[in-house]
C-alpha cells in the first residue's frame, strides 16, 4: 500500500518538527492530499492509525482536506482547474494534462503533492 510510506514520511517530518515545541501531544493534523496524488482518503487514514501508534500523534484526529489539479498554460496563459476523466476501477479522477481552452501544453501548479496544512498542538 502506497499510503503507508507516504504517511510515515509525513509523520517522521512532524514528529522532527514537533521536536521544536515543548508539545505534549497533537489534537489535530491536517494535511491538504492533491487529486494528481492518487491517494485514497481512507487508506491515508488506516495507515495514519497504524503509523501514529505509540508516538505523539497517536490519538490525534487526521482531517484530509482535497485539492483540485490546477493547471498554467504555456501557450495560452489559461490558468485555473483542468478537465478530468473518471477512473473505471473507483471514485478516484484522472487529471487531463492539458489546456481545456486550447489544448496546448501544462504546467500543474497546484494538486500533485501531499502536505502537512496545520497541527494542533497541545503544549506540556
Ligand atoms: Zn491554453
Known sequence: MHE????SDLVSAILRELEKYN???VEEVTLVIGDMTSLGEEQMSFAYEIVTKGTKLEGSKLVIEKEAVRAL???????????NIQSDYD???IPIL???KCGGRVKVTAGQ???????R????
Open 23 to 25: 508539545a505534549q501531544s
Open 113 to 119: 503533492t501531499c502536505s502537512v496544512k496545520n497541527l
Open 73 to 83: 498554460c504555456l501557450d495560452c496563459g489559461y490558468e485555473g482547474p483542468v478537465n
Open 98 to 100: 492539458s489546456c481545456p
Open 91 to 93: 471514485d478516484h479522477y
Open 4 to 7: 503507508v510510506s507516504v504517511v
Open 121 to 124: 498542538i497541545v503544549e506540556a
